[in-house]
């Protein structure tokens, strides 16, 4: 079983930037794919950013430009740092790990932007 740890979340004001990351440890496969989706109060779980084993990266349009996801083979972890935050960013954010049909989430964590 694959185990993901998420850290980073936090109050930030408008304007300003945020790191998470996400550590997996466990059965883990090479080839699989991370990323995070996040939920707002009251919506649905939305996606946000993925990248594959060969460091393909795609974004939800709405964080395109301002978020960047990255991973770190050596360390199965995942990063997706946050530029120019606004309110509208406010969510539990979800780290996710994908081999194959194996799909496994993180616990979340709380991103809050002041405005």
């Known amino acids: 079983q694959v185990q993901l740890v998420e850290s980073g979340g936090g109050l930030v004001q408008s304007g300003g930037s945020l790191r998470l990351s996400c550590a997996a440890s466990?059965?883990?496969?090479?080839?699989?794919?991370m990323g995070w989706y996040r939920q707002a109060p009251g919506k649905q779980r939305d996606f946000v950013a993925r990248?594959?084993?060969?460091?393909?990266?795609n974004y939800a349009d709405s964080v395109k430009g301002r978020f960047t996801i990255s991973r770190d083979n050596a360390k199965n972890t995942v990063y997706l740092q946050m530029n120019s935050l606004n309110a509208e960013d406010t969510a539990v954010y979800y780290c996710?790990?994908?081999?194959?049909?194996?799909?496994?989430w993180g616990q979340g964590t709380q991103v809050t932007v002041s405005s």
């Open positions: 466990g059965s883990i496969f090479s080839g699989y794919a």
């Open positions: 990248i594959t084993n060969r460091n393909t990266t």
């Open positions: 996710y790990y994908q081999n194959g049909y194996t799909l496994i």
